[in-house]
């Protein structure tokens, strides 16, 4: 290990513990609760812990899992200085999301790109997404590991050559999306699988096609439920963003549930001001960046697709949830990626983080095998 | 907490804990540009990182000379377009000619697209005919259009079954059960066709003989220019279009070959190889 590359680890990860160890205690300071002095304690040490130890048991792309955590443990400061059982909620919460992400990290070491594979992730993919169809009470945020499953049956079919079954199987999913009501969702995902069509096939038919098929299928939803697909923005999101300022309240009263929103970007913008809150969301730069980077490097096509899928969809809902909140784009509030307090919403993300995490491990294994060989072969 | 004191660590923390941010940031920009670097730095030391072996061009046209050769992927398509994986800019390539893989212990698997048509070591090959292609090995011979191309897989794929033979040595066409031709070894009898490729398990990189049997001098009408019509159908090149000069006769090839110490100067070299551009 050269001294630059652990010392730019060591710097982030340092840097990362101690920020949280400090906006962790200074509510503790005034409220005197010893309760937030325990969260506070074992949440950096948990960070710190997990930052050493997890990706080396594992094999996780440590960058990949380092910003991802950190932007995890960024949604408990937002829920401070609060009841200190809100803020331990969405620590356990981030812990189902870190046994998602080591799921998927190992499923991807043992999925193959065969047929059967295709079936089982696509038909799981699809059960998910239609159970709202059929069951009243179904969780909506199944949809986000229902997505996850059918991008890993799009990527197997892109790579055995079945594209046209590929195609159908994401309009599929598409059409599934659109009756459900979960526009938002259908307009990320159509965006995710026509780039990832894209980018393996290069055929300028077949990308056109599937526009032209997209397109048909929204609006052909879009006239049998009578109504528009898209909402208004709340206007009260850019007011409430500015009156936070540049450098937040601290106000003893913030919590997300007096803004009446679940969004966490919110409440950390009125409690830490537009420059942490942005400065925190702008780490999803560097996490695009080095989940590119992995799918560039890729060895096989099913990888590249698959890592190419979880890269779009990530900063795709990245850069959807932050126009959101600043009242861009004709939707509903958005919650950015890691910044929720749902759990199976962020169980999801992290799982699509957990299948980038082990193509890491993946590429990293095959570049040792070739050192290997080239070592025999001299 | 006395409230001022409170209230002074809150002022100053606002701006400790945006300074943070600012440098977790910076930070992780850093720690991204450090991995870039190191692994360019890897994939420098690694030349052949993620290759297979590469592909000699024998004959191909104005814009493929002869005695090119590029990189093969473990993965990918071969065709004439520029975002194909393997770009063989020759008449008679389809745009996505064919798909290649390499599996470990078969070789390099390929499958023709389409109407696609291929000569694998002489044996034609397409997707209509149902026949599987022959995967490729080393010293494999494979006809596209009207390029002409040789696989040469590093010596640690040790995935051939062809044995490597001595200068004046013929090949030996198998009757009848579909077996690639081999080489006898030297010091051997002349084997029939009746006898199995030489299998070489277990064998380590010293013992891999260094020399490769020439590939058949290519006829002297070759290279096939773009003025040219190159044959109909694949199927008319003769297949003893392959076949080594009789023995007693040395291969010109072979007086031609400069030690190993120089490079041949028919060879681009492998930074003028990553500068091509098959730009239209």
Redesign the interface.
């Known amino acids: 290990m ?1 001294k ?2 652990s010392s ?2 060591f ?2 990860c340092g ?2 513990v ?2 949280a160890a ?2 962790l205690i ?1 509510p503790a ?2 409220a ?1 609760d010893q309760q937030l002095y325990l969260l506070a304690g074992a949440v950096a040490g948990a960070l710190a812990l997990s930052l050493m130890l997890l990706p080396r048991l594992f094999g996780l792309d440590r ?1 990949l899992f380092s ?1 991802a955590l ?1 932007l995890c443990v960024s949604g408990i400061f937002a829920l401070l200085p609060g009841e200190a059982g809100t803020a331990a909620a969405q620590g356990l919460r981030c812990l189902a999301g870190l046994a998602a992400l080591l799921a998927g990290a190992t499923l991807i070491r043992v999925l193959s790109p065969s047929l059967i594979t295709a079936l089982i992730s696509g038909f799981l993919g699809l059960l998910m997404l239609s159970g709202g169809l059929i069951v009243p009470d179904w969780p909506p945020a199944l949809a986000g590991i229902a997505l996850c499953l059918l991008l890993i049956a799009f990527a197997v079919l892109l790579s055995l ?1 079945n594209t046209i079954p590929a195609l159908l199987l994401s309009l599929a999913g598409l059409g599934l999306l659109l009756f459900q009501g979960m526009n938002l969702e259908a307009v990320l995902w159509s965006l995710t699988f026509v780039m990832v069509l894209w980018a393996c096939e ?1 055929n300028l038919p077949t990308v056109l096609m599937a526009l032209l098929l997209t397109g048909l299928l929204f609006l052909g939803v879009s006239v049998l439920r009578e109504e528009s697909l898209f909402s208004s923005p709340d206007p009260t999101l850019l007011p409430e963003l500015s009156a936070a300022g540049l ?2 309240q ?1 106000s003893d009263s913030q919590t997300p549930g007096s803004t009446g929103s679940p969004s966490l970007f919110l409440a950390l913008t009125q409690r ?2 537009l ?2 809150s942005g ?2 969301a ?2 999803s ?2 996490m695009t ?2 989940s590119v ?1 992995i799918a560039s ?1 890729a ?3 099913f990888h590249a697709a698959l890592a190419m899928g979880c890269t779009l969809d990530f900063a795709l809902r990245m850069l959807a949830g932050l126009l959101s909140h600043f009242g861009v784009l004709p939707i509903s509030l958005l919650p950015l990626p890691l910044l929720t307090v749902d759990a199976m919403e962020l169980a999801s993300r992290l799982f699509a983080l957990g299948l980038l995490c082990g193509i890491s491990a993946r590429n990293e294994a ?2 040792a095998e ?2 290997h ?2 070592m ?2 001299t | 907490m006395p409230p001022e004191t409170y209230r002074t660590i809150v002022l100053v923390s606002r701006y400790l804990f945006a300074f943070f941010a600012l440098m977790l940031l910076l930070f992780a920009f850093s720690w991204v540009r450090s991995e870039g670097k190191k692994r360019r730095e890897r994939f420098r030391n690694l030349p052949g990182a993620g290759t297979v072996g590469e592909l000699l061009v024998l004959s191909g046209s104005e814009e493929l000379p002869a005695d090119t050769w590029f990189p093969v992927p473990r993965e990918g398509v071969l065709g004439s377009l520029r975002t194909c994986d393997l770009v063989v800019p020759c008449p008679g390539v389809e745009g996505r000619h064919l798909d290649f893989s390499w599996q470990d212990g078969v070789g390099l698997v390929l499958r023709p697209r389409g109407r696609c048509e291929v000569l694998v070591d002489g044996v034609p090959v397409s997707r209509r005919s149902g026949a599987e292609a022959p995967p490729l090995v080393h010293g494999s011979c494979l006809q596209v259009g009207s390029a002409l191309l040789r696989l040469q897989l590093f010596a640690a794929l040790n995935h051939t079954n062809r044995a490597f033979a001595p200068a004046g040595a013929e090949p030996v066409f198998p009757a009848g059960n579909g077996q690639q031709p081999f080489f006898p070894e030297a010091g051997q009898a002349a084997v029939t066709g009746d006898q199995l490729p030489l299998q070489m398990p277990g064998q380590t990189a010293a013992s891999i003989p260094t020399g490769l049997p020439p590939c058949p001098p290519v006829p002297e009408h070759a290279p096939v220019t773009e003025q040219e019509t190159f044959p109909a159908s694949l199927t008319d090149i003769p297949i003893n279009a392959y076949k080594r000069p009789p023995s007693g006769e040395t291969d010109p090839g072979l007086e031609n070959r400069k030690p190993e110490t120089q490079p041949d100067p028919r060879r681009r070299r492998r930074t003028e190889r990553w500068k091509e551009d098959f730009s239209e």
């Open positions: 050269s630059s590359k730019a680890r710097r982030f840097a990362a101690l920020l400090l906006v200074v300071l005034q005197g960058l910003l950190y050559g290069g450098w937040g601290f830490y001001g420059i942490f400065l925190t702008l780490l730069l560097p960046l080095r980077s490097v060895r096989s096509r095959d570049l070739d050192a060989l080239a025999l072969a």
